[in-house]
């Protein structure tokens, strides 16, 4: 079966430091992957997604970034945290519900605190 | 574009019922209703494709209105596990959608014993 693992659950950083969050996926191959934020008591973002190894397309402008270096990985980046990237980020893949239909499977996030 | 969902927040008694919607200005191909318990990631609950379709999901189910481009969860006889927010993320119609889902600002739903 498939599963998502996402690390770490819980992140305090300082202004201006840096940043990887990573998330890999197993028991499928070459997935659909994106990373999502959740601001505190918002709705979530969608920030990057990925249909390959390489294949990084970027939703909103920021100060983030994304690479898929592996089938299955999905990293999140950045060079200088800034205080507004602080919030709930959710790594998912597209899966298939049933016989055609397409959900997202999401990680078990991760809580960034920028201070 | 988001979709918006209403109402913003619903506090209940046990047993009673609700009905949150979500509405889209573009064509709706899908509509895909999570629930977020506090500091966890949505779980899936249902899809549902363009076609007026309705779903169930135990006493939870919804109904996809394509002409006003808008679908409704319905919450029957509620369950103190019912509490969390509800977000709605629909998929467009027309282009490369890659499977992206866009989100709405979530539905606060409370159930009081």
């Known amino acids: 079966s498939q599963t998502i693992h996402q690390w770490p659950a819980t992140l305090v950083q300082p202004v201006g430091s840096p940043l990887s969050l990573e998330c890999t996926v197993e028991g499928t191959s070459n997935p659909n992957l994106y990373w999502y934020r959740q601001a505190a008591g918002r709705g979530l973002q969608l920030l990057f997604y990925?249909?390959?190894?390489?294949?990084i397309s970027s939703e909103v402008p920021q100060n983030l970034s994304a690479s898929r270096p592996q089938d299955r990985q999905f990293i999140l980046s950045s060079k200088k945290l800034l205080l507004s990237d602080s919030g709930f980020y959710l790594c998912?893949?597209?899966?298939?519900?049933?016989?055609?239909?397409?959900?997202?499977?999401f990680g078990s996030g991760t809580q960034l605190s920028v201070l | 574009q988001q979709p918006v969902q209403s109402p913003q927040a619903v506090i209940l008694r046990e047993g009673e019922d609700a009905v949150i919607n979500c509405s889209s200005s573009k064509a709706l191909y899908s509509v895909h209703w999570y629930r977020q318990k506090h500091g966890e990631a949505p779980v899936f609950l249902m899809i549902l494709l363009k076609g007026g379709e309705q779903k169930g999901h135990e006493k939870i189910s919804a109904s996809f209105n394509e002409k006003k481009q808008q679908s409704s969860l319905y919450l029957t006889a509620s369950q103190l596990s019912y509490s969390g927010t509800y977000f709605c993320?629909?998929?467009?119609?027309?282009?490369?959608?890659?499977?992206?889902?866009?989100f709405g600002q979530g539905t606060i739903l409370t159930v009081h014993p």
């Open positions: 998912a893949w597209r899966g298939v519900v049933g016989t055609w239909a397409e959900k997202l499977f």
């Open positions: 990925s249909v390959g190894i390489g294949q």
């Open positions: 993320g629909s998929s467009y119609a027309g282009g490369t959608s890659y499977g992206k889902l866009t």
